[in-house]
């Protein structure tokens, strides 16, 4: 049997994904993880009379840190199974692949391990986040110049 | 010297298995064959206090449960092969420290449980030693840490993937006569039909099975007929299809056929996607259900080909395909 008749069998019998299911998921997760966001938002805002600019940073504070406890106590990844994007897209995302890099290089102890593992795979997100906005920032200038 | 090679495959007729041990962890314990297993772990820290420790100290409970059986010690056994799927084949390598007897380490991944055997019964054979111990392991924790996400990392999986088996195997292989034997032995090829997706083994190994079974059959004139039962190692439901088909549109009719992956969970129940894998997979299957089934002789002789995905992490991150095989061996009852 060649390669494309090996490729044609397998995608035949290949097994179903849950795609509209996995979508709905996200989407409703993610929307739970987003009003509970601004629950906090509002909360914060009321609670310490505080402006909106102010309570943001909190509010993701609080988010990072419910996601990396529910990492920590080995419950994250039993969620995320379900919630597919709907947790991976948020910050608690960022937050569990922190975590979750942190707890699994703790064998090695806090500086072969823990230092320097935490950013395994958050690393990137980072790296491309100041990349990107770093370009943005130069379009912007560029824009304001004959803006 | 009695046995030569035909083609890629050997028959033997000196082996002989005396004594087992498996042990596992939790998942495979509460899985439908978890009555046969020696030993299970209630939790993936075996009590120990890294995933890497607690796979040595499951070898190592499989090791002393083999030899206990027999009422040996390590220094009674000739030597020592053994595999795992940790780099720098960690799990084998730092148990072998407490052995104090010559020790071959091999690499075949998830294939390395018929490997072993295959080459324990070379040297028996070849009358080079008398007693040899052939052992693998493989651990959920430390696979997946190795070859895909952090333990804790909140991913969606495929459907494809296949679930890492949790346990330890090893065996002990003599020129004596006993109730069970080594029978033959084919040596797969490196198989590579450019498949990339280290999610999807089965799809990536179906091939080198394929190439391994028709090979065996070739070499020894034998088909599915001659055996009371032929496993694939971890294949995986959706594998284990794709293998099907394959032989069956070569004409070739697949009586008698399992997969070690399929056998070892409930992949109904159990959340392992689409079933076992690693080196552990096809031993437990083998060595824990089977082999005793061969001594009851409900079973007179079986084929297990052991298939393992040859694939490195880093040349998947550089976009090249994986390459797999399958290693073959008959066990059979001695009349």
């Known amino acids: 049997m060649d390669r494309k008749e090996y490729d044609r069998l397998a995608e035949e019998l290949k097994p179903g994904g849950h795609r509209v299911k996995n979508g709905l998921n996200a989407f409703l997760y993610g929307g739970v993880i987003g009003a509970i966001a601004q629950g906090l938002l509002e909360f914060f805002m009321n609670a310490y009379h505080c402006s909106e600019k102010d309570a943001i940073p909190m509010m993701t504070i609080t988010l990072v840190f419910v996601a990396c406890l529910l990492t920590g106590l080995g419950l994250y990844d039993n969620i995320a199974k379900h919630a597919g994007a709907g947790t991976f897209i948020p910050i608690t995302g960022f937050a569990n692949s922190m975590t979750s890099s942190a707890l699994d290089s703790k064998s090695e102890g806090l500086i072969m391990g823990i230092g320097s593992n935490m950013f395994k795979l958050g690393g990137t997100v980072i790296t491309y986040g100041i990349v990107s906005a770093s370009l943005l920032g130069v379009i912007r200038y560029v824009f304001t110049l004959f803006g | ?335």
């Open chain 2, 1 to 335: 010297m009695s046995s030569r090679f035909l083609g890629n495959s050997i028959k033997f007729n000196n082996v002989y298995i005396v004594s087992t041990g498996t042990t596992c962890g939790p998942l495979e314990f509460q899985g439908p064959l978890g009555t046969y297993f020696d030993k299970g772990f209630n939790d993936h820290h075996c009590g120990e206090d890294s995933f890497e420790k607690a796979e040595r100290k499951m070898l190592r409970d499989s090791l002393d449960i083999c030899l206990k059986r027999e009422k040996l010690k390590y220094k009674d056994i000739d030597i020592y092969l053994g595999g795992d799927l940790m780099n720098q084949n960690t799990t084998v390598h730092y148990l072998a420290r407490e052995i104090t007897k010559p020790f071959i380490g091999i690499y075949g991944a998830c294939s390395s449980f018929a490997l072993s055997m295959g080459l324990s019964s070379l040297l028996i054979e070849a009358g080079f030693v008398n007693q040899a111990i052939a052992m693998v392991s493989s651990h959920n924790a430390t696979a997946e840490r190795q070859y895909r996400y952090p333990v804790e990392y909140g991913v969606q999986k495929k459907p494809t993937t296949t679930f890492t088996a949790t346990g330890a195997v090893s065996t002990l292989l003599t020129h004596q006569p006993t109730q069970v034997r080594v029978e033959s032995l084919t040596l797969g090829r490196v198989i590579d039909y450019s498949q990339d997706d280290p999610n999807d083994m089965g799809r990536a190994m179906a091939p080198a099975a394929f190439d391994t079974i028709t090979t065996h059959f070739q070499d020894l004139k034998r088909s599915f007929k001659d055996y009371d039962l032929v496993v694939t190692g971890d294949l995986s439901t959706y594998g284990h299809q794709i293998l099907k088909e394959m032989l069956q549109r070569q004409k070739i009719d697949v009586v008698h056929y399992n997969d070690c992956g399929c056998m070892l969970y409930d992949t109904q129940k159990q959340e392992v996607f689409q079933g076992g894998s690693g080196c552990a997979c096809s031993a437990l299957v083998t060595m824990g259900y089977l082999y005793p089934q061969l001594k009851e002789k409900k079973l007179k002789r079986v084929l297990v080909v052991a298939t393992g995905a040859l694939l490195s992490p880093m040349m998947s991150a550089q976009k090249e395909s994986i390459p797999c095989v399958a290693h073959a061996i008959s066990l059979e009852v001695v009349e």
